[in-house]
């Protein structure tokens, strides 16, 4: 394995889970997804401009998280209503606090593409050039979208406040 493929898996590993994590609701198929867009990146480092692996590699894992969703769709119904009980990797910290835990799940509420906005931009901090190029946005409409998907947030952390 090239120092510099294991330097991007160090690096990107975290943020990678983190935004599959939050598409899927499901840590485990989140590790499958985010195995998939590394071995991606395998077989494309060669192709891929090493100042722009981070956008590419959450734009990949976008994309196949929305592509399993698709399948899910396909096979089975999905019930709404499902929230993991348990999250395990780089979140678990925020999410064992009743705090954490309302905003994962206001987070996992949102429809896409405001889902994919609010965590590339404000849990795995991406700049807002980034996220338009990783979602294929213009500028303009990721800060539009992310305000609104803000503003959603904003809603329904509202009805748990005391």
Known sequence: MSRRYRKWVKEYQDQAWTLARYLLKDAQEAEDATQDA??????????VDP??????????TRNGCLDRLRRRRDIVELNEGHMPGHVDGPMQGAAATEVGTWLRRAIEGLREPYRSLVVLRDVNQHSYEEVAGMLELSLTQVKVYLHR???ELREQLSEVRP
């Open 149 to 151: 998907a803000r503003k």
């Open 38 to 47: 590394f071995i991606k990146l395998w077989h494309h480092q060669e192709r």
């Open 51 to 60: 100042e722009r692996v981070r956008p590419w590699l959450m734009k990949v």
